[in-house]
């Protein structure tokens, strides 16, 4: 990996900058329309989204409409800013190194009128970012529909932290960059939006002290930082929103225990893990840790395990509202209640369920339910050296668990540590092998379809239909 000095980062952002000054028409007025100023800006860090300031000489609504220079068939018409004298209207879906077309359209509703039409330029991907990603796939055609035309999301973790929207050809269709930290996990949620986890270098792996929420068009729709109102833990692993539209996370907890009694010393620090639940002004709305349901001492390994005891790295909704939460230690799945954080069940090793020899798993990675109401998750498969993806009907009156998805990887693909795994349709499943800095389509015998090879460590790889981005992103695949 190519490391670049500050100065390095900013050159294709300064060059972007110029080439926007260059083509677009600056403060010139618009010639008899509503138009006082255009101005284009790149938008943060970022060469294809472009930022248009508009000042109108009243209060009108506006859009962009713009497209590849000379090719007017492949417009595309931003959603309407409305009722404003200065408008900010980001443009997407925008590709690197092209010359450009727009117009701007004021007025009022449906009755909006063009202006001019002008250029731009946008600039190249920075020089790190170039041939990061690349793609197998043998046979586009035997790809299903729903994933040629959608897009795979992918966080980078280090410094500069990048959270990647790639299209099935594995060209970088949207991005967001940040300074100074990296996204540890990312979720796109029920909104639309792009709900983060970012920590900066002093944080391992999927750890991190900021939330950040992002619209499809980079804007910055929250960013809390630890220290904020009740944001005091390290979070970690995982970032949601609940239908409140509050941020719920897994955070680090830690008490002084005596463990004199396992050989330990009387004031022994036990770090442990926690349900944290936050308004978007970061106060604090609900708490759960482990240790409310589990007494340190029971442990026979607490000494070897007292830095990272449990280690939760997966919280998700169950169908009834009610948390799942995995813990990679004890190969264990819980279910708490959302509003008494009692323990309703466990599931896996030692649990509540009896399981088939065939379905026994050592650590789940990226638990959810998916879209057939059952409990899906990525096994990271330590003891057999195997991993696969698992899915089960549950009966929980019965405490019975019927295994429907068993897909294992390729033995070469085996991933010992974090992972996920998600349905694309009902015939394929996206599995990401973090470890090996792989991402797999396979339909559910574990065949191969697809493969990504990526330059970075993505905690994971989630698919999102095309439907959910239009109209800021049409750049489908195949």
Known sequence: MIKLNKIQRLLPLLSMAAALLLFAPGCMNSGGNDIVSITLNPQGQNAIKVKTDILCTDTVDAAVEYWPKGQEQQRTTTPLSAHRISHTIVLTNLLPEKAYEYRILTGHGKDLYPSKTYTFNTSGFPVWMKDMFSVVCPDSSVLPATFRKGYVMLTRREDPGVLFLLNAKGNVTWYHQVSGTGFKVARFTDNNTFLTLLGGPGYETSYGDQILELSVSGDTLANLKKGQQDFKQTIHHEILLNPNNEFVTLCVEERICDLSSKGGGKQDTVKGDG???????????????????????????????????????????????????????????????????????????????????????????????????????????????????????????????????????????????????????????????????????????????????????????????AERLAPYIVQPGY
């Open 275 to 465: 349900i944290l639940v936050l308004d978007r002004q970061g106060k604090q709305v609900w708490k759960w840790t482990v240790f409310d349901a589990l007494n340190p001492l029971d442990d026979k390994n607490i000494l070897k395990e007292k830095q990272d005891w449990m280690h939760a790295n997966c919280i998700a909704f169950d169908k009834d509202g009610n948390y799942l939460i995995s813990f990679y230690n004890n190969g264990q799945i819980w279910k708490i209640d959302a509003r008494t954080g009692k323990r309703l069940w466990t599931f896996g090793k030692n649990g509540d369920f009896d399981l088939p020899a065939t379905a026994l798993f050592d650590q789940a990675h990226g638990l959810h339910i998916n879209e057939h109401g059952e409990l899906m998750f990525f096994d990271n498969g330590v003891s057999k050296k195997t991993s696969r993806t698992l899915s089960f009907k549950l009966d929980e009156n019965g405490k019975k668990a019927q295994l429907r998805i068993n897909t294992q990887l390729p033995r070469e693909n085996y991933n010992e540590r974090m992972g996920s795994s998600y349905l694309v349709g009902d015939t394929t499943l996206l599995q990401c092998a973090t470890k090996r800095n792989t991402v797999i389509l396979t339909n559910f015998d574990g065949r191969f379809l697809w493969l990504l090879r990526t330059g970075m460590s993505s905690y994971r790889a989630s698919f999102i239909p």
